[in-house]
């Protein structure tokens, strides 16, 4: 039931969906029913763009030339290809994010605390998850800057098994609270 309503009723961050193709599209030339296949993909069936969605983002980029259409092929199957104005947009933003996450990463009284997830925790509670949050995502944001050119697989399968750990003990304390448990 959940996952249903997430289909129907999750939105996606304004102009995330045009960057998603974007990149989709600097892989691979793709139609807009592959694309909005490997999003469910990536997603693990819990967001899948509609068409309304799709085909009206691809004529927008088509007409800003960031992308352009492809001869259809044997099966009228219509594919579009990123063009050289597009791929700049993509090296461009590319280099705004690294940036932002390097001052961010420098910088971690940027990051908002109590972050929005974070409502509804008693004040006590916020008082003392702050410090260790805010040091999470600053440690994480710094390993995102430096994955891309130096962490090897065994840097990246090290963090992922960490998070995992974590995850799993996070999972425990909530199961104690479930069962009544201070302990």
């Known amino acids: 039931m959940f996952r249903h309503w997430m289909r129907h009723f999750a939105c996606a961050p304004k102009g995330l969906l045009k960057y998603l193709v974007l990149e989709m599209l600097c892989e691979k030339p793709m139609s807009g029913s592959e694309i909005m296949d490997k999003i469910e993909e990536d997603t693990k069936g819990a967001w899948r763009p509609s068409p309304g969605s799709i085909y009206p983002l691809l004529t927008w980029l088509h007409e800003k030339g ?9 099966n009228g199957v219509k594919r579009y290809e990123l063009t050289d104005e597009g791929r700049k947009l993509l090296r461009e933003r590319g280099k705004i994010r690294e940036r932002l996450v390097e001052k961010m990463t420098l910088f971690p009284s940027m990051i908002p605390l109590p972050p929005p997830f974070m409502k509804g925790i008693p004040p006590m509670g916020i008082e003392e998850l702050h410090a260790p949050i805010r040091r999470l995502f600053t440690a994480f944001r710094e390993f995102m800057v430096l994955s891309r050119e130096k962490a090897s697989k065994d840097h990246i399968a090290e963090v992922s098994r960490i998070l995992e750990e974590t995850a799993e003990r996070i999972e425990a304390v909530n199961k104690r609270i479930k069962g009544g448990s201070n302990g």
């Open 66 to 74: 960031l992308v352009k259409p492809l001869p259809r092929d044997e």
